[in-house]
Structure formats: C-alpha cells, structure tokens
C-alpha cells in the first residue's frame, strides 16, 4: 500500500515506515507528536487504486514526528558590476522529520466491487 501526500507545496510518495523530511507541518494537524495528514492526492490499497480529485475522501495518512530540524543552508548573493553594489543573504528552512505509521481510508470511500 502507497499513496501521494501533499504538504508544503510538494508531493511525496509514501509507504508504511518511510521516514522524510517535510517543511514545517502546521500545529493543528499535530496532537501527541503524531501527525495527521489528510491531503493524499492518490491511494493504492490491495485491491484498488483511489484518485482523488483533488483529495481522495476519507483517506488519512497518520505520521510520527521524530525531530524539528533546520535544512542546509543557502547563499544568496548579488552584486552589481563597475556600480559598487553587493548583498549577502542566507536562509535555512525549518524541517519536521516524520516517519508514515498508518495509511487508511474509511470503508466508506471504497466503492463496491460489482461482479
């Protein structure tokens, strides 16, 4: 089982037990360390594949929080020639590292087999 989670304005591909590192979650998709997050784009379970459009409905992707850490660092800089001018910048984005625990859908999103 798999899916694709949007957060942070990227997707991922993710199966139980991954561990990666996401930007910052939000504080209110975060209870106990464990968080839940319901933006899964698409759902691949045993039996079918779920699209969602653009979210699969009752579809949940439940995530420990292992650690807050800060990326690498980037340099900016830019200078002007023969003008004098020169700026140096820097930044290090804040990360939450996580590892997926669970991947579920309720059985009400699943659609009836018909034979």
Avoid: C, W
Avoid at 96 to 115: D, F, G, L, W, Y
Wanted: charged letters at 35%; hydrophobic letters at 35%.
């Amino acid at each position: 089982m798999f899916a694709i989670l949007e957060t942070g304005g990227k997707q991922y591909k993710v199966a139980e037990g991954d561990v990666l590192e996401v930007e910052l979650l939000p504080e209110k998709s975060i209870k106990k360390n464990i968080a839940s997050l319901d933006t899964v784009l698409l759902l691949q379970d045993d039996k079918q594949l779920h699209i969602g459009s653009p979210f699969v409905k009752n579809a949940k992707v439940k995530a420990k929080i292992l650690e807050e850490i800060k990326g690498d660092k980037i340099h900016i800089y830019k200078m002007k020639s023969k003008k004098g001018y020169r700026k140096s910048q820097g930044h290090r984005q804040k990360l939450h590292k996580i590892q997926i625990e669970k991947i579920e859908i309720k059985a009400s999103a699943k659609v009836k087999e018909t034979e």
